[in-house]
């Protein structure tokens, strides 16, 4: 006799937090990843209720665990910060990611694409945006009553959700916070706290001279307005 497996109640449902692939398939797609991630997550820094993640699983409905993707960047508005293994809906007051961006590689087909989106689609995401590095392609979606449309003016587009604008006006794509400031990497930020270190010391330093100049002269420094 053939005994058939019990269905499983959706509390017992494993949720797999990895499917053991990289996160990333080179290193100008992982650039990408972490400079759109970071930066969101330093744009919200100050906001509790900002919840950025990057290659996180994303299960939107209980019980259906084959029924998940895993966005390169997601941004979702209305959630606490915090460690997740993953991001299940159900026990975020149901709320979707409102952002989500994709960086594409070469390994990406047309087919994989299209399910993405349509996954998207049909699961709440309001803004979708696909970045291509390779040929400085940037492609959105945004949420109307009929669903996701395509952007057709992408240059200098600014997300509704998140303030930032998109420039293609140069070799790669640009993107500028809501006071102008352009999304910069790890590398690029260490550089410029290094120079304003270094500007900072020397200022420093010719404070300390004039100090010493004026106690030569029998100045108080200390008296000085």
């Known amino acids: 006799m053939v005994t058939q497996p019990l269905p499983l109640n959706a509390s017992e449902v494993i949720y797999p937090d990895s499917d053991g692939q990289p996160m990333a398939n080179n290193t100008e797609q992982f650039r990408w990843i972490l400079v759109i991630q970071q930066n969101l997550d330093w744009l919200f820094a100050d906001n509790p ?50 952002v989500v961006f994709e960086i594409l590689s070469p390994s990406n087909s047309q087919t994989e694409m299209e399910r993405k989106l349509i996954f998207y689609e049909r699961y709440g995401v309001e803004e979708y ?17 009929d669903g996701l449309d395509v952007i057709s003016e992408i240059e200098n587009w600014v997300s509704p959700r998140l303030g930032i604008k998109f420039d293609l006006s140069g070799e790669e794509l640009q993107i500028y916070r809501p006071d102008g400031n352009k999304f910069s990497s790890y590398l690029e930020i260490s550089q410029l706290l290094e120079q304003a270190e270094t500007a900072l010391a020397a200022e420093r330093r010719k404070t300390q001279l004039l100090a010493e100049k004026l106690k030569a002269l029998g100045v108080n420094p200390d008296e000085l307005e």
């Open 129 to 145: 945006y696909i970045y291509n590095p390779q040929n400085n392609q940037l492609t959105g979606w945004f949420r109307t009553e």
């Open 49 to 98: 209720d900002v919840f950025v993640a990057g290659d996180l699983f994303w299960y939107p409905i209980e019980g259906k665990n084959y029924i998940v993707n895993a966005p390169d960047v997601m941004v979702v508005f209305g959630r606490p910060k915090g460690k997740r293994g993953s991001y299940l809906q159900w026990q975020e007051n149901n709320i979707a990611p409102q």
